[in-house]
């Protein structure tokens, strides 16, 4: 299955997303299924309702777009779920002060796991607070960065 390149969809769609009120996290095509998921977020979190008004809202310019040159496919709108992945500053921003779990491909100061409430981050780093004190650890390491949920 042919398809237009991933950040043309995007950048074609984030007006829409813009007046939805929504932002645009990732989208991903799977050649597979023949389907194009656009996962977005928005500050509070997402629900049924939101991805639904989304869909509706990028359905019809998607066909006008054309981003698989003609061929049927399906399209979804999710939500990534609290548990997903930090992947851009703005998910680090967004949860400063929260508590935040890293998971490593390696243990790391003898753990594979570290919680704590974020405190710092930049390209290099990740900055946490713990009970033993703040933890500064390489993101070149982890290989999960996400928002801990208490359950």
């Known amino acids: 299955m042919k398809t237009k390149p991933i950040a043309d969809t995007i950048a074609f769609l984030k007006p829409i997303a813009d007046e939805v009120g929504v932002e645009i996290v990732e989208a991903q095509w799977d050649t597979r299924t023949k389907s194009l998921t656009i996962y977005i977020d928005v500050e ?19 066909d006008e777009f054309d981003p698989s040159f003609g061929e049927a496919y399906t399209l979804n709108c999710s939500s990534l779920g609290l548990d997903r992945p930090f ?3 703005r998910d680090f921003e967004r949860h400063m002060g929260e508590k935040i779990e890293l998971h490593f491909y390696a243990p790391f100061e003898g753990k ?8 710092a981050f930049d ?5 946490i607070k713990t009970p033993k004190g703040e933890l500064i650890v390489p993101r070149e390491k982890t290989s999960k960065i996400c928002l801990y949920i208490e359950v």
Do not use: M, Q, S
Request: aromatic share 6%; net charge negative; charged share 35%.
């Open 123 to 127: 390209d290099e780093t990740v900055t």
């Open 44 to 62: 509070g979190g997402v629900d049924l309702n939101l991805c639904e008004k989304f869909h509706r809202a990028i359905d019809e310019p998607l």
């Open 112 to 119: 594979k796991y570290h919680e704590g409430e974020l405190v």
């Open 87 to 89: 992947k851009t500053a």
